[in-house]
């Protein structure tokens, strides 16, 4: 009688022949996780600088509106005070807005940057995860055929 063949064995052999790197996989892992950690720190970093200008712009608006609801001596004098905080918070309005696009453009510039660098590592990382594959599969097959 014929001896089926153990598929099993012949399967192990095979795989084992063909090593697994997880070594590449956790740099994978540690560059995204450190690119998250930089990106973090930048949108924290945008947040607490648009806090702070936020923050100074309501402190700016209620002493503006604290001159504001001053008593006056005359009823023209009224109409004088609210044009005056009209045209004074349109000009902070101004300023506040230029500086919140400042922090935008910031975030955009340092955003870009950290892509540019994380995509180059991680070309770096999947060149040499390559380059590390095909010379085990290369030594695996001269293995394989001087059996």
């Not at 600088?49 to 001159?67: F, G, H, N, Q």
């Amino acid at each position: 009688m014929t001896k089926t063949p153990d598929m099993t064995a012949m399967f192990k052999d095979v795989m084992g022949s063909f090593p697994v790197d997880t070594a590449a996989m956790e740099d994978a892992f540690k560059t995204s996780a450190t690119l998250n950690e930089k990106l973090s720190g930048v949108a924290l970093t945008a947040v607490e600088k648009s806090s702070e200008i936020s923050s100074k712009w309501t402190k700016d608006t209620l002493a503006k509106m604290a001159d504001m609801s001053k008593a006056k001596a005359e009823p023209a004098d009224y109409a004088k005070a609210m044009t005056d905080f009209a045209s004074a918070s349109a000009e902070t309005a101004a300023e506040h807005m230029a500086a919140f696009a400042e922090i935008a453009k910031k975030v955009q510039m340092d955003t870009v940057e950290l892509m540019m660098a994380a995509g180059k590592d991680m070309q770096e990382d999947a060149t040499a995860a390559v380059k590390k594959a095909s010379n085990d599969v290369q030594a695996a097959a001269k293995k394989a055929t001087a059996k």
